[in-house]
């Protein structure tokens, strides 16, 4: 007979499996835990997942499965330890692992299956930004982030769109509350580096410097200078000309800065075709 754990915690066989579980998962995902009575680690997972099905409240249910009871069932889906965690939506399997891992790592698989709450808050702020509505865009993601605290990919957008908007405290401020285990390291590497840029920009304007520069063509700082602040408004590509020429011109100014400062650029750079042609070229430089 069938015990009720919860609202989104329930046993299955394999009498009700195809109903409780195939049809069901056309609507939510169900995550299928395989165990058995004389198993301590079962014992350990099922509580951690209970609690997890009832605090996120129906966005997944469990199907509990005693595998000693249902072998059949068990042998079919390719269960060879227990306790066996299977993640099953819209009539398939997407997701799997096996072992009392702990709550977080449970969490972790959670957030990889489920639709994130703030999916259509994010597309709405993707569609804002690219028609050049920034405060609607940024509105919409801190609406997306009370929704779903630990996406971090809604929080790493907003944290760009801040350094684009020149809100560079807060944008810190993001990047510093990102965990110390995150899914897109290279990303926020690249947010940093950004974020590194626009602290380092100029204040004088691009039309002074250029005219400095037509003044007095060898004057080396002030290219430095245009190149940071090009590179500040998102042209990359003239701010690699600009730091290339002044290392052809001399590879020693500023203690080699300019060499330092095309690196730090290529690091805040998402453009890897354009990058990889500028490293050609540095690489070029520096061995002639």
Not at 124 to 149: F, K
Not at 193 to 210: G, I, Y
Not at 249 to 261: E, H, Y
Not at 268 to 277: C, E, K, T
């Amino acid at each position: 007979m069938e015990k009720p754990h919860s609202d989104f915690s329930f046993d299955v066989s394999e009498q009700n499996f195809e109903t409780r579980v195939i049809a069901a998962s056309d609507n939510v995902p169900i995550l299928v835990d395989f165990w058995a009575p004389w198993c301590g680690p079962c014992r350990t997972l099922g509580p951690i997942l209970e609690k997890l099905a009832d605090e996120f409240g129906g966005r997944f249910l469990l199907a509990r499965i005693n595998s000693d009871e249902n072998s059949a069932l068990a042998q079919q889906l390719g269960v060879r330890g227990v306790p066996n965690v299977k993640a099953i939506f819209q009539r398939k399997l997407i997701d799997e692992f096996t072992g009392a891992v702990p709550e977080s790592r449970v969490r972790a698989f959670l957030r990889k299956i489920l639709p994130s709450p703030a999916q259509a808050l994010h597309e709405a702020a993707s569609a804002a930004h690219a028609e050049g509505d920034i405060d609607s865009a940024c509105a919409l993601l801190i609406d997306a982030i009370a929704q779903d605290p630990d996406n971090e990919t809604v929080r790493l957008d907003l944290a760009e769109l801040l350094i684009e908007s020149g809100v560079l405290d807060d944008a810190a401020q993001i990047l510093a509350s990102v965990g110390p285990e995150p899914h897109d390291p290279l990303r926020i590497e690249q947010l940093q580096a950004r974020l590194a840029l626009f602290r380092n920009t100029p204040s004088e304007s691009a039309e002074a410097l250029e005219k400095r520069i037509t003044a007095k063509p060898g004057d080396l700082q002030a290219k430095l200078e245009l190149a940071q602040l090009r590179a500040a408004q998102g042209d990359l590509e003239m701010a690699f000309r600009l730091l290339l020429g002044i290392i052809r011109c001399d590879r020693n100014f500023g203690d080699d800065i300019a060499r330092k400062t095309l690196i730090q650029f290529f690091n805040a750079s998402n453009d890897d075709v354009l990058v990889r042609r500028y490293r050609t070229e540095l690489a070029a430089t520096l061995n002639r």
